[in-house]
């Protein structure tokens, strides 16, 4: 992902929700609260906090956001086998 630009990531996570990317005492973090349709739910990723460039905290969190989707992806795969 090192060639990926802050743009290029944020453009791919927004279909999924809100993201942003923070500079906090420290260093930089990056987060993305998921769209969900139930009431009463939230969904949030988030990168680690201290990373010395806002791509690099970006790039984690869409890390985690595939990682969690493809998770999701998965678990119903098997939910309907069991149907």
Not at 5 to 14: C, G
Not at 22 to 35: A, K, N, R
Not at 41 to 67: H, N, V
């Given at each position: ?51 010395k460039s806002p791509t690099a905290a970006a ?25």
């Amino acid at each position: 992902m090192t060639d990926a630009t802050l743009e290029s990531i944020l453009l791919e996570m927004q279909p999924f929700g809100r993201p942003r990317v923070g500079l906090y005492t420290g260093g930089w973090v990056s987060q993305i609260d998921m769209t969900v349709n139930a009431t009463g739910a939230k969904f949030e990723i988030q990168s680690d906090f201290g990373f010395k460039s806002p791509t690099a905290a970006a790039a984690q969190c869409l890390e985690r956001m595939r990682a969690v989707l493809h998770g999701v992806s998965s678990t119903l795969g098997k939910l309907e086998h069991t149907r």
